[in-house]
């Protein structure tokens, strides 16, 4: 006969109850803030835009003479416009950011309190096992990198 193998139980800690919700709802608070960030950075990138756009229409102006100086303000003009795409990039992050608190905080949740009777356990798609799902780390005009 032979010995049965026992594997030896996982380190644990004990967390007082009211440490574990305070952590929680701090991580949630960042969650929300993420999101405002996320907000945020959406609006300033829209008007920005407009206002690009506006400023390019009105350099398109035929009565404009040519000279190198407007063609650099052009050319600068439309390098900022390019650069403006890294909202979508900063977005990504916030959004896989705060799947991965929220994923944490009802993990720690489930884990320290359990759930009770009849309780329903809050939805959260499983934490994202990529650790960053924006690789691009630099733009350059005509270059594109789809996700």
Do not use: W
Request: proline share 6%; net charge negative; with cysteine.
């Amino acid at each position: 006969m032979q010995p049965e193998l026992t594997t030896p139980a996982a380190p644990s800690v004990q967390m007082p109850v009211m440490l574990v919700a305070e952590l929680q709802d701090s991580l949630l608070v960042v969650v929300h803030d993420l999101s405002r960030l996320d907000s945020l950075l959406a609006h300033t990138m829209e008007n920005l835009m407009e206002r690009f756009t506006s400023a390019s229409a009105n350099l398109a102006d035929p009565a404009l003479m040519e000279s190198k100086e407007l063609d650099a303000v052009r050319s600068a003009l439309h390098a900022a416009v390019t650069e403006l795409q890294f909202q979508d990039m900063a977005s990504q992050l916030i959004v896989h950011t705060s799947k991965i608190l929220q994923g944490c905080a009802y993990r720690l949740a489930a884990e320290s309190m359990g759930s009770e009777d009849g309780e329903a356990v809050p939805f959260v798609e499983e934490v994202p096992e990529r650790p960053n799902p924006v690789t691009q780390d630099e733009m350059d005009a005509g270059s594109i990198e789809l996700f």
